[in-house]
């Protein structure tokens, strides 16, 4: 994976679309002298290529940390750990210099590139099995669609570069509509969905699949307003015993069974190796960890009596924490909120964060709970309610059964199944877009810490302004590199 960081940054990555000051991938010294001429020779290049893309991943400004700060204007959660400008997310006071809005757009367009760099010069490849190459292929259709998914939802317009582009080494380009934009990825999910295999063996856990390609355009969909297509393509994961939900709602949250059928896509973290930092961010400053993500109180209210997924999501002053060589007592003074994320958290034997704990992206469930939604707002109460009930029955079946569930039952389920993982804030947007909720009613609500109180920082009510709020400016620095080709987005 390393040699991987080290060679592809060399191929025409494009100086506008980075950001200065960031380290690891740029940062590390080149081992090899590659050029797209001498590098793209084999099936072991085309594979490693690919595994770069995956790399990526692991970036503390994208994934691996950065990406979720953007649920901090939820319901849900507000910042911990010491990133104070952060409070302006959460506040929607943010600008294009923000740093948060503009720290992930490099790693977007460095996924893109790799990506892109696949398409290019793997067709090319003789010296390679049919099955391998088509892999490649497909993903790097997925991970350019990701990529841009990210920036639709972030910054609803933005550049797109292609392999054309590389070829003709233009870089420097407009943006595009929010709708060329999902056209784009709709393309490229549609391409990888051919391309990617049903399922992937045991030595190739963790690599993307059809299911993730489905899920994802399910997602699409239901971003564009196209719920018979959110129906279609998300039937094909809900039906696919391939992409089953985990026996345990908690299997998706252990390093042992991170990988199963239900995890459509996740990080594939490595303790000592190849690792992010995404479980020290969510776990206690006590406990090894640096405190950054704190549920409320309404998340937490959320859950029903004798819902285990509770205790498996938070942890509650009161609770027992294994640390691996000792056993602590959770407090209510470990966060501003008396809570933390349970199931993002997870210690060694031997003591110490371990850092192989996968990081969720995109589970079945959330898929069920799509089509559920579709359903419900195509067909009316009750359409549903195979979809909830699957996911509610796996969580508990002492649960009571929905029965001619509507909107309500399905945002319950969608709250407390998806908590923390990155979709709260873009649930309750997509739902006001729709004139199902009052988004900008629901955050005028302070939120609560376990006391009641409101919360000291990040929990005074907020202005939420249509449709300025809907996204974040384009990073400022990257509008003054374009040199004018760039124009920031309405409303900034």
Request: net charge neutral; charged share 25%; with cysteine.
């Amino acid at each position: 994976m390393q040699r991987i960081k080290n060679i592809l940054v060399l191929v025409g990555l494009p100086a506008a679309l980075l950001v200065t000051g960031c380290k690891s991938v740029l940062d590390v010294k080149p081992q090899g002298n590659y050029t797209t001429g001498n590098y793209w020779r084999n099936q072991s290049d085309a594979v490693d290529g690919v595994t770069g893309i995956y790399n990526v991943l692991l970036e503390e400004d994208y994934t691996g940390f950065n990406e979720f700060v953007f649920d901090n204007c939820s319901d849900d959660q507000v910042r911990g750990g010491d990133h104070d400008y952060d409070g302006v997310i959460e506040d929607f006071s943010y600008d294009a210099s923000t740093p948060s809005v503009r720290v992930g757009w490099r790693w977007k367009y460095e996924t893109i590139n790799r990506s892109n760099n696949v398409l290019t010069y793997v067709p090319k490849i003789t010296n390679i099995d049919p099955l391998i190459k088509n892999r490649c292929l497909g993903e790097a259709h997925f991970f350019r669609a990701f990529s841009y998914w990210r920036l639709l939802l972030i910054y609803g317009e933005a550049p797109v570069i292609t392999e054309d582009d590389v070829v003709k080494v233009n870089y420097n380009k407009p943006k595009v509509s929010a709708n060329e934009l999902r056209a784009l990825i709709e393309n490229d999910l549609l391409q990888a969905a051919d391309q990617l295999p049903e399922s992937n063996g045991d030595a190739d856990k963790g690599r993307v699949s059809k299911g993730t390609a489905w899920g994802l355009l399910c997602k699409l969909y239901m971003n564009w307003e196209k719920l018979d297509k959110a129906i279609e393509y998300g039937n094909k994961v809900v039906s696919n015993t391939n992409y089953a939900l985990a026996p345990n709602y908690g299997d998706n949250f252990k390093v042992a069974t991170g990988n199963n059928s239900e995890m459509l896509m996740a990080i594939q973290s490595v303790d000592g190796s190849g690792y992010t930092d995404f479980v020290t961010y969510h776990a206690p400053r006590n406990m090894d960890g640096w405190s950054f993500f704190y549920p409320t109180k309404g998340l937490v209210d959320e859950f029903e009596a004798g819902d285990p997924r509770k205790n498996i999501c938070i942890m509650q002053p009161g609770d027992q924490i294994n640390l691996g060589t000792q056993t602590v007592t959770y407090t209510a003074d470990a966060s501003w909120t008396g809570y933390h994320y349970y199931k993002f958290c997870g210690w060694k034997p031997a003591g110490g964060l371990n850092k192989s704990l996968k990081t969720p992206l995109l589970r079945s469930s959330d898929i069920y709970l799509l089509v559920a939604e579709a359903k419900i707002r195509l067909q009316g109460a009750g359409a549903g309610d195979a979809e909830i009930n699957a996911v509610r029955h796996r969580a508990s079946a002492t649960l009571p059964v929905v029965k001619n569930g509507g909107m309500k039952e399905l945002m319950h389920e969608r709250r407390v199944e998806l908590c923390g993982e990155n979709e709260r804030h873009q649930d309750l947007m997509r739902w006001d877009k729709a004139k199902l909720i009052d988004i900008a009613a629901l955050y005028k609500q302070p939120k609560l810490a376990y006391d009641g109180s409101v919360i000291t920082r990040g929990g005074a009510p907020r202005t939420f302004v249509r449709p300025k709020n809907y996204y974040f400016p384009m990073p400022q620095q990257e509008i003054d590199r374009s040199k004018g080709v760039l124009v920031q987005n309405p409303n900034f």
